[in-house]
Antibody, heavy 115, light 107 residues
Framework: EVQLLESGGGLVQPGGSLRLSCAAS????????MTWVRQAPGKGLEWVSV????????YYSESVKGRFIISKDISKNTLYLQMNSLRAEDTAIYYC????????WGQGTLVTVSS | DIQMAQSPSSLSASVGDRVTITCRAD??????LGWYQQQPGKAPKRLIY???NLAGGVPSRFSGSGSGAEFTLTISSLQPEDFATYYC?????????FGPGTRVDFK
């Protein structure tokens, strides 16, 4: 069974940075595309970013482009999301998701941006 | 970006009802559409990919149809565990985009 375990969420001040991690197992992580999706409290799902394959092209939503960076460490089977210049509107549960078509989802990690 | 709309935004139904949810894109996306279910307090779960393909383990009462810019998710006979929020996702072009969601609750 696919395992996706997010970590790194927490409270951060506006303008601050945070790095989310997602430990993946039980599938060939090095070959799969990986996605981040977020959900603000009481709101719908928002697609954030995808990284293709081992270290392929990356894409971002307009709302995070230039501030967030997605990456993979194949040796650690871990997906990352480096989040910089955080804003209140980035407050959300961040889900790590297997595949570009969002096959399997982790349980999410909560990021709160507030002073 | 491709914008997605869903209708209705919410609906009330009873166990055994047939339920249909519509998703519309503001441009043609071929068959590049998936459907996701989110039960309260849980992570989303994929139901359908490529418009019509049922994801593994998903009951056959769920089905998808459509092409181009208009798509539907149908639940043939609503079960208690199906009361949830449903989202469509277009994967025709980056950035991918979700619809705003349709909440299905008890009548």
């Amino acid at each position: 069974e696919v395992q996706l375990l997010e970590s790194g969420g927490g409270l951060v001040q506006p303008g601050g940075s945070l790095r989310l991690s997602c430990a993946a197992s039980e599938f060939p992580f090095n070959t799969f595309d990986m996605t981040w999706v977020r959900q603000a409290p009481g709101k719908g799902l928002e697609w954030v970013s995808v990284i293709h394959g081992r270290d392929g092209p990356t894409y971002y939503s307009e709302s995070v482009k230039g501030r967030f960076i997605i990456s993979k460490d194949i040796s650690k089977n871990t997906l990352y999301l480096q989040m910089n210049s955080l804003r209140a509107e980035d407050t959300a549960i961040y889900y790590c998701v297997k595949g570009a078509l969002c096959d399997d989802w982790g349980q999410g990690t909560l990021v709160t941006v507030s002073s | 970006d491709i914008q997605m709309a869903q209708s209705p935004s919410s609906l009330s139904a009873s166990v055994g009802d047939r339920v249909t949810i519509t998703c519309r894109a503001d441009q043609g996306i071929g068959n590049a559409l998936g459907w996701y279910q989110q039960q309260p307090g849980k992570a989303p779960k994929r139901l359908i990919y490529g418009t019509t393909n049922l994801a593994g383990g998903v009951p056959s009462r769920f089905s998808g149809s459509g092409s181009g810019a208009e798509f539907t998710l149908t639940i043939s006979s609503l079960q208690p565990e199906d009361f949830a929020t449903y989202y469509c996702l277009q994967h025709a072009g980056f950035p991918f985009t979700f619809g705003p969601g349709t909440r299905v609750d008890f009548k």
